[in-house]
């Protein structure tokens, strides 16, 4: 069995069952809601214990439990740009608000990243007159860059508090 083989049972029993994401992540737990459906959908995994859940939530073989447990190929079979109209606006507001994002982060933190590993996010509905809306806080460890060979009294990493003469 292929993961996205998996990834269709998985969603097949959903509907049968009539199962919302909701109690299916409450049912393995133990995690963000967001990390159970991605490892669900074969875009993340899950460790031992909760693969154990799910494999029993959805009565899933030895094997294929295993396969919940292995890193999968992330971002495998999502075309670039996206052409689901949702997922396209995530990309949007990347492409579109990134350079803002990464001068404001730069100016606040220094030369680095902000992590998608150490990184957690939630999402929210918020009750609107003129339509729900739909709320995202995401928070990633700044990871600033290793200026390698760095001598003496110059910095070793690129944090803004270090970027002192």
């Known amino acids: 069995m292929k993961r996205q083989q998996l990834t269709e049972k998985i969603l097949d029993i959903k509907r ?42 959805f009565s899933l073989s030895a094997p294929e439990e295993a396969m919940l447990n292995e890193i999968p190929m992330r971002g495998e079979g999502i075309p670039m740009p996206p052409s ?31 992590s998608a590993i150490d990184f957690d996010m939630e999402m929210e509905r918020l009750p609107n007159e003129k339509g729900d809306r739909v709320k995202f806080t995401m928070s990633g460890k700044f990871l600033p860059y290793k200026y390698y060979d760095a001598e003496q009294g110059i910095a070793p990493l690129g944090l803004a508090e270090l970027d002192v003469e």
């Open 16 to 57: 049968e069952k009539g199962w919302s994401w909701g109690y299916i992540t409450e049912e393995i737990g133990g995690i963000s809601p967001v990390l159970i459906v991605g490892a669900l959908l074969g875009q993340q995994r899950l460790v031992k214990p909760l693969a154990k859940k799910a494999a029993a939530l």
């Open 84 to 114: 689901d109209p949702l997922i396209y606006r995530f990309y949007e507001l990347v492409m579109i608000n990134g350079p803002a994002w990464k001068a404001l982060i730069e100016e606040e933190f220094g030369d680095g990243i902000m």
